[in-house]
């Protein structure tokens, strides 16, 4: 049974870089394909998907914070990562990160317990 | 980019009745590339339903999907207080996804 766990600080000072891991364990990165992702949920709103990467190295953005956001794989220690540059107090979020296999019509079957991170003024 | 809209934004029901939940997309959409999530507080967003109706691991046969085109239902029969909860739809196309808003179900 595959498990993912974010990871990172919880508190990020405004216009700095929020960085974030996600450790998968359970099953390999490398193993089958799929689209390794982040999703946030602003305090008390709905979903918001940020980005993905597949084990290819292939990436999609979120088109709205696309210009501040990064996302890399660490298949060495079965790990993805997300970091998103020039904070606010918008950003500020449960984070998610999910598994969606690479099909037709992928769908995140398998979630992170999520982190909270306040971004400070 | 498809935007999802779901409706209503809460709805209050009583154990036993049937809950009709809305998700309507901006644009035709492949029944394919619809979902369902179910989201407790405190918790994680679950799957529930994929490619419009077809059912996650362990989901309940109370829980059903349906639509096409542009507009998708969730139906959950016979409502337990357990399922009070968000419901969220989720869209996957161009490389990109996105979430309804939510409905929120209530439990008299």
């Known amino acids: 049974q595959v498990q993912l766990q974010e990871s990172g600080p919880g508190l990020v000072k405004s216009s700095e870089t929020l960085s974030l891991t996600c450790t998968v364990s359970g099953d390999s990165i490398n193993s089958g394909t799929y689209f390794w992702s982040w999703i946030r949920q602003l305090p008390g709103k709905g979903l918001e998907w940020i980005a993905y990467i597949h084990k290819s190295g292939s990436t999609s953005y979120n088109t709205s914070l696309k210009n501040r956001l990064s996302i890399s794989l660490d298949t060495s220690h079965n790990q993805f990562s997300l970091a998103l540059s020039s904070v606010t107090a918008a950003d500020t979020a449960m984070y998610y990160c999910?598994?969606?296999?690479?099909?037709?019509?992928?769908?995140?079957?398998?979630w992170g317990q999520g982190v909270l991170v306040t971004v400070s003024s | 980019e498809i935007v999802l809209t779901q409706s209503p934004g809460t709805l209050s029901l009583s154990p036993g009745e049937r809950g009709t939940l809305s998700c309507r997309a901006s644009?035709?959409?492949?029944?394919?590339?619809l979902a369902w999530y179910q989201q407790k507080p405190g918790q994680a967003p679950r799957l529930l339903i994929f490619?419009?109706?077809n059912k996650a691991s362990d989901i309940p046969d109370r829980f059903s999907g349906s639509g096409s085109g542009t507009d998708f239902t969730l139906t959950i029969d016979r409502l337990e207080p357990e399922d009070s909860a968000v419901y969220y739809c989720q869209h996957y196309g161009s490389a990109l996804f996105s979430f309804g808003p939510g409905t929120k179900i209530e439990i008299k």
């Open positions: 644009q035709t959409i492949s029944r394919s590339s």
């Open positions: 490619r419009t109706y």
């Open positions: 999910a598994r969606a296999p690479a099909v037709t019509s992928p769908t995140f079957d398998n």
